[in-house]
């Protein structure tokens, strides 16, 4: 038996300003984005590097005022995606020029070089480059 995550659901409030945040300032690819209904669609998205066999982000529209609740924060404040990067600096400062609240700083670490950063809705990334 082979079992592999597919994707994850990240609850957002507007389909369109995450679509933008996360292909714009994380170089995520739009794979898919279709309407459902009037106010849902299916939206995923990836890393580029990642689209056809990693792990996708499926976009979902919070509705509840539960699920409104829990936009930037479905860990209860723990760190909730981790990405995973071979120009660990170049992101970090792409990231810092675009005013991205940086969580943690980047370190050295005996795995390699990380950093923390909050998201458009204040999700905690680690962003990892491995040794």
């Known amino acids: 038996m082979q079992n592999i995550l597919g994707q994850i659901t990240l609850l957002v409030d507007d389909y369109d300003k995450a679509l933008s945040y996360y292909t714009e300032l994380l170089d995520f690819e ?3 984005d279709t309407t459902m209904s009037p106010e849902k669609r299916w939206v995923v998205i990836a890393p580029k590097a990642s689209k056809e066999q990693g792990c996708k982000l499926l976009l979902a529209k919070a509705n509840t005022p539960d699920q409104k609740k829990a936009i930037g924060n479905q860990t209860g404040g723990r760190v ?11 992101l970090h400062q792409k990231l810092v020029d675009h005013k991205v609240e ?3 700083p980047l370190r050295s ?17 680690d962003v990892i480059q491995r040794n």
């Not at 909730?80 to 170049?90: K, R, S």
């Not at 390699?112 to 990334?125: A, C, E, M, S």
Request: no cysteine.
């Open 102 to 104: 940086i969580a943690k």
């Open 80 to 90: 909730f995606l981790f990405l995973y990067t071979n120009q660990i600096e170049t």
């Open 30 to 32: 739009l794979l898919e």
């Open 109 to 125: 670490e005996s795995y390699g070089k990380v950093f923390v950063f909050k998201d458009l809705y204040g999700n905690l990334w």
